[in-house]
C-alpha cells in the first residue's frame, strides 16, 4: 500500500532541497513524478524555490477550493513527455507537495486517498507551526493522519536545534499579525531554538 509522508521543520531545514532531491531520484529512475504546491504559497510563482538556488517548476497548483485528488487525477493523465512516443500516459509514481502547511485538512484528507486509494505515494513537505508557534490547519491534520512523519532538522543562532519560526518585520521580531505572511513579501524569518525564541519574546507563548 502506498503511504502518505509528512516531512517538517523549521524554516531553512532544507524541505524544498529535500522535495527536489526526491524529484531527482525518482526521475534518474525513469519514473514519472508531479510536482504541487498551494497557491497560497506565491514564492516563485509556479516554481518550487530552494534557498540553493535550485528552482523547477511544478505541474499543480492547488487552490483553496480545490478538489485535490481530482487536480491530481487530471494531471497525471496528460504527460508532455510522451508527445512523440507511443501516444501512452505514463503512471505516476509519486506526488511531492510543497508547502503542506497551506492545504487545508480537507485537501490533506484528500492527499491520503490519493496514497491509499490510488496507490501512488505522497510526499508532502512543510512546517508544523506559525510565528505565534500554532499549528497550521493543513500541518495539524498531516500530524494526524500520515503514515509516516520525518522531522528535518536545522540549528538556531545558538547552535541548539531550531523548533520556532519567528517573524521579522524591518529587522524587528514580530508576535502578532495573519497567520500566512510569505518570506521575502514585507516580512522574513528567522529559525529559533525554544529559548532564543523565548528571549526574544519576554518569555511568552501565543497561548498565554
Same mark, same amino acid.
Given at each position: 500500500?502506498?503511504?502518505?509522508?509528512?516531512?517538517?521543520?523549521?524554516?531553512?531545514?532544507?524541505?524544498?532541497?529535500?522535495?527536489?532531491?526526491?524529484?531527482?531520484?525518482?526521475?534518474?529512475?525513469?519514473?514519472?513524478?508531479?510536482?504541487?504546491?498551494?497557491?497560497?504559497?506565491?514564492?516563485?510563482?509556479?516554481?518550487?524555490?530552494?534557498?540553493?538556488?535550485?528552482?523547477?517548476?511544478?505541474?499543480?497548483?492547488?487552490?483553496?477550493?480545490?478538489?485535490?485528488?481530482?487536480?491530481?487525477?487530471?494531471?497525471?493523465?496528460?504527460?508532455? /513527455?510522451?508527445?512523440?512516443? =507511443?501516444?501512452? *500516459?505514463?503512471?505516476? &509514481?509519486? @506526488?511531492?507537495? +510543497?508547502?503542506?502547511?497551506?492545504?487545508?485538512?480537507?485537501?490533506?484528507?484528500?492527499?491520503?486517498?490519493?496514497?491509499?486509494?490510488?496507490?501512488?505515494?505522497?510526499?508532502?513537505?512543510?512546517?508544523?507551526?506559525?510565528?505565534?508557534?500554532?499549528?497550521?490547519?493543513?500541518?495539524?491534520?498531516?500530524?494526524?493522519?500520515?503514515?509516516?512523519?520525518?522531522?528535518?532538522?536545522?540549528?538556531?543562532?545558538?547552535?541548539?536545534?531550531?523548533?520556532?519560526? /519567528?517573524?521579522?518585520?524591518? =529587522?524587528?521580531? *514580530?508576535?502578532?499579525? &495573519?497567520? @500566512?505572511?510569505? +518570506?521575502?513579501?514585507?516580512?522574513?524569518?528567522?529559525?529559533?531554538?525554544?529559548?532564543?525564541?523565548?528571549?526574544?519574546?519576554?518569555?511568552?507563548?501565543?497561548?498565554?
Amino acid at each position: 500500500m502506498a503511504k502518505l509522508y509528512f516531512r517538517y521543520g523549521a524554516m531553512n531545514s532544507g524541505k524544498s532541497t529535500g522535495l527536489l532531491q526526491a524529484a531527482y531520484n525518482y526521475e534518474e529512475r525513469g519514473q514519472r513524478v508531479l510536482l504541487a504546491k498551494p497557491e497560497v504559497d506565491t514564492k516563485g510563482d509556479h516554481e518550487i524555490v530552494s534557498r540553493l538556488g535550485v528552482t523547477r517548476s511544478v505541474d499543480v497548483v492547488f487552490a483553496p477550493s480545490d478538489d485535490v485528488r481530482a487536480a491530481v487525477t487530471a494531471a497525471g493523465s496528460t504527460d508532455p /513527455a510522451s508527445a512523440g512516443l =507511443d501516444g501512452m *500516459v505514463r503512471p505516476v &509514481s509519486c @506526488v511531492l507537495v +510543497d508547502e503542506a502547511q497551506f492545504l487545508t485538512p480537507k485537501q490533506v484528507d484528500d492527499l491520503l486517498r490519493v496514497a491509499v486509494l490510488d496507490g501512488i505515494p505522497v510526499l508532502a513537505y512543510g512546517i508544523r507551526t506559525d510565528f505565534r508557534t500554532e499549528a497550521f490547519p493543513g500541518s495539524a491534520r498531516l500530524l494526524e493522519i500520515a503514515h509516516s512523519l520525518e522531522e528535518l532538522k536545522t540549528i538556531c543562532r545558538c547552535g541548539r536545534k531550531a523548533v520556532f519560526n /519567528a517573524r521579522r518585520i524591518d =529587522d524587528r521580531f *514580530v508576535f502578532d499579525g &495573519s497567520q @500566512v505572511a510569505i +518570506d521575502g513579501e514585507d516580512v522574513t524569518y528567522e529559525s529559533l531554538c525554544a529559548n532564543c525564541y523565548l528571549t526574544e519574546s519576554g518569555g511568552h507563548l501565543d497561548g498565554d
